[in-house]
């Protein structure tokens, strides 16, 4: 079956380490993005990306970084800049602008 | 600025029907999306409305009226299962997508 695989489900690091967080999907779609979700607000998006080699920065891209060297996959970084960085990272793909997301099944990330 | 709003928290009774509402104000709109994401997991797709009118999809049906910046999700014959959150986004103009924060459904016996 196709679809998104997000590892690990959860991770935890200390303040001031950079940690990556994997998302692969084998639904051969050319979007992707990387959302937050934090307690009682929408999903932020952090970046987005529609070709590979090419992303672009979404609303809240401070402290993180990304890469898109192939189709599947979509790594993010979150580095030591990132002033809040616990909380809940969802990866999705879509086909084309208009059409639903799929979304992996989520990182929850804790700082201390 | 651009803006979703949901209520936070509904409640309902398994079997009942509850209606979620979504008023948005954004710079253009190119469709409305509603998905549903139980505790800790990936949101799923429900339902995608552009055009003004009811789209039904068995238990779930969602309704958009373009002119009022509104939309609702209704739940008929509500199941323990349907408790989670609803996410309702709405597409700009520039294809990006602005969410709501949610609203977490309870279904109680």
């Known amino acids: 079956d196709g679809g998104i695989t997000q590892s690990p489900k959860y991770l935890f690091r200390k303040e001031g380490q950079n940690v990556t967080l994997s998302c692969e999907q084998n639904l051969n779609h050319d979007a992707m993005y990387w959302y937050r979700q934090d307690p009682g607000q929408g999903l932020r998006l952090i970046y987005y990306s529609q070709i590979v080699n090419d992303f672009q920065k979404g609303d809240i891209a401070e402290g993180y970084s990304v890469s898109r060297e192939k189709k599947e996959s979509f790594p993010l970084t979150v580095t030591s800049a990132q002033k809040n960085p616990t909380a809940f990272y969802l990866c999705?793909?879509?086909?084309?602008?208009?059409?639903?997301?799929?979304f992996g099944n989520g990182t929850r990330l804790t700082v201390t | 600025g651009q803006n979703i709003d949901q209520p936070t928290e509904m409640t309902a009774t398994e079997g009942a029907i509850v209606q979620i509402n979504c008023t948005y104000q954004?710079?253009?709109?190119?469709?409305l999306f509603w998905y549903q994401q139980h505790a800790g997991e990936a949101p799923t797709f429900l339902s995608y409305n552009v055009l003004d009118g009811l789209e039904e999809k068995g238990r779930f049906s969602s309704f958009l009226s373009r002119s009022k910046g509104y939309s609702y999700l209704l739940l008929k014959e509500l199941q323990m299962k349907d408790s989670a959150s609803y996410l309702c986004a709405v597409m700009d103009s520039n294809y990006q997508l602005i969410w709501g924060a949610g609203t977490k459904l309870i279904i109680k016996p």
């Open positions: 954004t710079s253009g709109f190119n469709g």
């Open positions: 999705a793909s879509n086909d084309r602008e208009n059409s639903p997301l799929h």
